[in-house]
Each structure stands twice: as C-alpha cells, then as structure tokens.
C-alpha cells in the first residue's frame, strides 16, 4: 500500500448452484466486516483490506457479473457513479484446485 502496509482479509463465500442475489450478499457482508474494522488501523499496526472471494463448484459454469455494478439494472452512463467491486470467482468445475494458491 502506498506509505504503509495492510491487513488483508478474505471473504470467501462457497456457492454450490447460481445465485442472483451473490453480489448483494457479498456487499452485505462487506459492509459488516468494514464496520467491524473501521478505526482500527492503529490497533492492527496496518490498514484492513477485504477481498471477496467466490468458489464455485456448481453446473453450469459460472456465469454472473464478476463486478457487483455489473450486475444492478442501469445505463453505461450511470455506472461510475454506483459502488462498486470486482467479485473474484473461482469456479472449482472448470479450474484446478491445486492451483488455486497462485490465483489472483
């Protein structure tokens, strides 16, 4: 990080079939793990990061928005002015799961 260092966290999430609604889930938990750790960069000795991270094993491959804006019904226009966060995936069906350490 620029000028220091920081704690990262990851929010793993395990989906067994699709799921519509996995972006709003992700930003619920999201927002409860900043709350959680909002003020305490002092305590910690770093700034707290959260990365979102799906595993996905189900059928079909996986399919839905990989960014959480992606997802919400709105015109190109209005989209950078919607939160946003990139939704990584790692679809167990179609990867090798001893590779996932090296996944970005």
Do not use: N, T
């Amino acid at each position: 990080m620029r000028g220091g260092q920081a704690c990262l966290y990851a929010l793993i999430e395990h989906k067994s079939g699709r799921d519509d609604a996995v972006g709003f889930q992700l930003l619920g938990y999201l927002s409860a793990g900043w709350r959680d750790l909002r003020g305490q960069s002092e305590q910690l000795g770093c700034e707290p990061l959260i990365v979102p991270l799906v595993v996905y094993h189900g059928v079909p491959e996986w399919s839905l928005p990989c960014r959480f804006s992606d997802g919400l019904p709105v015109d190109d226009e209005l989209r950078p002015l919607l939160l946003d966060f990139p939704i990584e995936v790692f679809d167990v069906g179609r990867g090798d799961e001893m590779k996932l350490s090296s996944h970005p």
